[in-house]
C-alpha cells in the first residue's frame, strides 16, 4: 500500500523531462570534454609530427642497414587459412630492407594449402630445430626450413589461435627483438630500419615500437609491394582511410608523447623478447592480444618499478586490407570493442590508480570514460533527443545548433587528420585524392560515425553474454584487381 | 546558449574552411616550387657538371647570375655529386662551394636558434669537405641536441683531418646509445690514426664510452690495439670482455687463439659465446677441443655459437660436429644436428649413401646411425620421402624405421 501511494504521488511526466534534460546537458558537458581531449592530443601530435619530420631529414637508416651493432630481429607471421597471400607476403618480407632477420611463418592448423604452397615456394624440407616451449602452446607438428632461403622458418602447429601462433613463433624465434606482422599485410621496404631506431637509440628503456598501419584497398601491389598509392573506390574503405589517419597520426603519437600509448596494432609491432616473455607472451584469453599484450607490459614493468618506453613511430608502414563490406566491418569492430573490454575487465586496478603513472591516471580513465562508454553516451543522446522531441520539451534552434557543433567538431579533427598527412607523408600524391579525403572527412561524421557506435553497444551486450567471434574478412589478396591494374 | 552556439559554429566553419584552403593552397604551393626547382636544375646542372669535370677555373664564372632559390639549386647539385664522386671531382666541388660562398653561410647557419637548421648546415659542410670548417663543427659537438651532434661528428668524420680524432672520441660517450655507436663507426672509417688514438685515450675514457671504443678498435683491425685488447679480456665489465673477444675475431690473428680460449672459461656466457666466434674466425686447430666442449654449455647462444665456430674452421671442425652428435649431452646433439644440417653436410652424407666407394658409404651409414640414436630425425625423413633418387629413399627409409626412430618435437 505505501509503495503504492509513493507510486501514484510521484509526478511521472515531471520525472521523466527532468531525466532528459539532466541527461541532456550531462551529454553537452561530455561532448565538451571529449572534444577538448581531442583537440589537446591533436596539438601534442602536431607538434610530434613537425619535430619528427625535421628529424626524418637527417635519418641514419644507412647506417642502421650496415651497422653490425643493429639489433637482428624476428620476424613472426601467423597464418590460418591464408593460402590466397601467404606467398606473396612472405616474398614481400624476404626482401626487406634490413640487416640480420630471420622469418618465421606460423602455420595455426591451416584447414587449407597454406603450409603446402610454402613447401612447394621455397623447397622447405621438415628439419630437426629445438622448439623449446619457453611459453605454452600448442603442439608443434613440425619444423620446416629451407636451404635456400636460410632465413625462413615454418612452424605447423595445431590450431591455437592468433595467441598461440605467435608465442609459438616467440619460442622459436632466435633474435632478441620480434616483429608481429599480419599474414593479410605488406611492410614497406624500409620499416625495419625505422621502427628498430628507438631501440638503437635507448636500447636498456626501449620494449616496444608500433609503426602506422595503412590501408591497402585501392593500392596496387606487385610482388609484395605497394607500387602505387591511390584511395579505394569504394566509400566504406576511404572512411576508414580518415579514421585510421585521424587515430594513428592525432591519437597515437598524441598518447605515445604523454608515454601512455595502450595499443600496437598486432598487424604490425617491434617487442623486446625477454620482457613479452616475461609477461607470459601473448594471452588468448582476449580477443584483442595486441592491446592486451602492451597493457600486461605496462602493468608488469611499472609494477617493477623499471624505467622503460612503449612508442609509436609514425613512418614505417604497414599496409593492410580493411571490409569493403558493412557486415565484416561489424565483425571486426565488435571484436576490437570486446577486446577492449575484456582487457579493461582485467586491469580494472590499474584505474585511478597513481602505481601505475600516467597510464592508470589518465590514459585508462580516458578509455573507460570515452571509448567503453562513449558509444552509449552517444546512442543514448540520440534517444533522449527523440524523447523530448515527442514529450515537447525539445528546443529545436539550440539541438540544431549543437548537432551542427558536434558535426562540425568532427570534421574539424578529421580534416587536421588530413593535414598532419599532407604536412608530413603525403601518401596520396594525387589532387583527386587529397579532394575526396576533405569530402570523405566531412562525411564520415555523418553516419559512419554513429554506425560505429552502434557496433560497439552491440559489442558491449556481446561482452556482457560473453559471446565470442573472430569472423573472416574475406580477404581479397593482394593481386591487383583487373580494374585496377587496368586503370 | 544558442548565442554560444551560433558563435562556436561560426568559429569552427572559419577554422575547417582555412583548413582546408590551407591544405590545397600547401600542396599547390609545393608542387609549384618543385617544378620551378626541376627546371631550373635542368637548366644549370650540364654547365655545373661541366666545371666538376675539369672545364674552367671557377665555376662562379660558368653560371649567369644567381637568384636565391637558384642559388639553393646549385648548392644541391654540387652536394648530390658531392657524395658519391672522388679525386680531383671531389676537389673541384670543395672550391666551387668556398668560391660560392656556400661554406661561408652554412658556417653562419651553425649559430642558428633553430636545431633542424644547425644539423643542416652541419650535415652539408661535411659534404663540402671544406676543412676551413673544422673548427666550427668541432665546437658543436657540444650542441645541446642530439641530432646536431651526431651531424658534426659525421661531418668531422668527412673532412678526414686529425684535429676532429679527439672531439671525436670525446663524445663517444654521448648518452644516445645510437649517436655513441655512430660516432664510433665514424671513428673506424677513419682508419690506424683514429685506432692509435684510441688506445693513447682508452684510459681516460667513461665506462659507457668504452664499449663503443673497443668495437672500433675491432673493425679498423689494427694490430696496434691487440695489447690493450687481451688486457681487457680480463676486464671487469662483461660486455667490455665481450667485445674484446669480438674485435680480436676481427683483427683475425691466430696467435690470439691462446688467450680467446682462456675466454671461453669466462663466467658470463656473452663472453663465452663471443670467444667462440672469434675462434672460429681464426680457424687454428688446438681450438677445435675447448670448441667441442663448449658444444655443452647451458648457453644456447653460446652452444650455437661454438658449433658455428666449428663449422668455419673446415675439415676438423665438421669432423668434431660429426662426433658431437653422439655425445652424451642432449644440446650438444641438436647443436651439431643443426649446424651440420644448415651447412648442408647432412644432405651431402645423403648422397654418399649410394656411393661406388665403400668407406664414403659407411661414413655416411655410420653418421645416420648416429643421427637416428639421437633422435634428431625430421630432415632425414623428409629425405626420405622426397629425395630423386629411389635408391637413397630406400635406403633411408631402412635406416628410419622404428622402433629406433621417435620423431618429437622436445618440449
Redesign the interface.
Known sequence: MIFLSIFLSVDWHELLLKSVVGFNRYVLYYFLTLNTVYLVLFIVSLFEVVRFVRRTFFSDYQQILKSEMTWPISIIVPAHNEERGIVETVRSLLQLNYGEFEVLVVNDGSKDNTLERLIRAFDLRKTDRIYRRTLPTARVRGIYASLEVPNLVVVDKEQGGKSDALNAGINLSRYPLFCSVDADSVIEENALLRVVKPFMEHPEEMVAVGGIVRIVNGCEVRDGRVVRISLPRKALPVFQVVEYLRAFLSGRIGWSVLRSLLIISGAFGLYKKSDVVAVGGYDSYTDTEDLELVVKLHEHLKKQKTKYRIVFVPDPVCWTEVPERFKTLLLQRNRWHRGLLQSFSRHWRMLLNPRYGVIGTVALPYFLLFEVLGPFVEVLGYLSVILAYFLGILNMEFFLLFLLAAVFYGVFLSIAAVLLEEISFRRYPAWEDLARLIWYAVWENVGFRQLLALFKVKAFFDFILRRRRWGEMGHRGFQPAPSTASR | ??EI??R??WV??G??FF??V???A??ALREMTERRVAWTRGELEPKILEYVNGKGERLGAALPPLGRADRRVVEDVLLDNGRFLKGNARDRITAACEDLGYVRDRMRQLKSSRW?RR??AA?KLGTMKSPKAAAELIALMRDEMP?VR??AARALGQLETRSSVKPLIGTLQDP????A??IA?ILAGMGPEAADELVESFATLPAKARVAAV?CLG?VKSHRAAGLLIKLLSDPDRDIRARAAHSLGLIGDPNFTPDLQRALKDPAWPVRAMAAKALGKLGRPEAVAPLFDLLRDRE?WVRINAAEGLRSMGDSGLAALVNAIDSEDRYAR?AA??TL??A?VL?QYVEKLVSADEKEREAALTLIRKIVAAE????L???AS?HAQEKVREQLSRLLTPPEVKVQ???
Open positions: 546558449m544558442s552556439l551560433i562556436a559554429l569552427l566553419g577554422v575547417l583548413l582546408s590551407y591544405i590545397i600547401n600542396k633542424w644539423a643542416e650535415e641530432e651526431m651531424r644516445n646509445r645510437w649517436s655507436l655512430r663507426d668495437d673493425r644456447w641438436h644436428v643443426a644440417e644448415g648442408g644432405d634428431r630425425t625430421d630432415h625423413m623428409q629425405a622426397r618435437v622436445k618440449a
